[in-house]
Nanobody, 119 residues
Framework: QLQLVESGGGLAQPGGSLTLACVVQGLTFTHFTMSWYRQAPGKGRELVAS???????VYADSVKGRFIISRDNDKNTVRLQMNSLKFEDTAVYYCRAEHILIPSQATYWGQGTQVTVSS
């Protein structure tokens, strides 16, 4: 059964840290580019970071130097380490799996996890 299950969201203070995890079941993990997106209230969904292979990584300008994306192919898991959190990082964070060769036919989303940055 195909599942993308996110965890690790919650409440953090400005300047604090959180680490999100997305465990993937039901697909060949190494065939997929893994990404984190986020959607703040009243805004569209935006790319936060993506990782295709170990060294093929993209970050949104707004999170460069603060967030780190990583993947563990043995555990079918992608993580997003979020440091130096800001109020504007508050959003629902979604994990996405996109097939490297047939992205239009095989792209899947998790259910989302809420991250709230508040003092």
């Amino acid at each position: 059964q195909l599942q993308l299950v996110e965890s690790g969201g919650g409440l953090a203070q400005p300047g604090g840290s959180l680490t999100l995890a997305c465990v993937v079941q039901g697909l060949t993990f190494t065939h997929f580019t893994m990404s984190w997106y986020r959607q703040a209230p009243g805004k569209g969904r935006e790319l936060v970071a993506s990782i295709k292979h170990g060294t093929d990584i993209v970050y949104a300008d707004s999170v460069k130097g603060r967030f780190i994306i990583s993947r563990d192919n043995d555990k079918n898991t992608v993580r997003l380490q979020m440091n130096s959190l800001k109020f504007e990082d508050t959003a629902v964070y979604y994990c996405r799996a996109e097939h490297i060769l047939i992205p239009s036919q095989a792209t899947y989303w998790g259910q989302g996890t809420q991250v709230t940055v508040s003092s």
